[in-house]
């Protein structure tokens, strides 16, 4: 059984710096390509980051990529997500997904992973 917990979440103030950490328990993990998403009350779960199988490639979201670093280490079956300079609109509950994947390409759309971790809540203060 696939496992995915994250950790990290907490209330900031505008303009620090959080990271975020998932690790992988009941699945191969190098076998997975890893994406973090995030939800905003009222809003549409969306597309943070995402990193390939072997971590050769990662993208993110429109807007993200100058402030957020995502990474792996298969070694340690965790997936780390790097946010610098947050701001209030970065409030969400952020989520860890895996689908099992070694295309270089990533998707980005939520129904292409199967397997979630339970959330973490980020608050952003202004």
């Known amino acids: 059984q696939v496992q995915l917990v994250e950790s990290g979440g907490r209330s900031v103030q505008t303009g620090d710096s959080l990271k975020l950490s998932c690790v992988a328990s009941?699945?191969?993990?190098?076998?997975?390509?890893l994406a973090w998403f995030r939800q905003a009350p009222g809003r549409d779960r969306e597309f943070v980051a995402g990193?390939?199988?072997?971590?050769?490639?990662?993208t993110y979201g429109d807007a993200l990529k100058d402030r957020f670093t995502m990474w792996r280490d298969n070694a340690k079956n965790a997936v780390s997500l790097e946010m610098i300079r947050l701001k209030p609109e970065d409030t969400a509950v952020y989520y860890c997904?895996?689908?099992?994947?070694?295309?270089?390409?990533?998707?980005?759309?939520?129904?292409?992973?199967?397997?979630w971790g339970q959330g973490t809540q980020v608050t952003v203060s202004s």
């Open positions: 009941g699945l191969t993990f190098s076998a997975y390509a």
């Open positions: 990193v390939t199988s072997f971590g050769s490639r990662t």
């Open positions: 997904a895996a689908r099992v994947s070694d295309s270089a390409r990533i998707a980005e759309a939520t129904s292409a992973y199967d397997n």
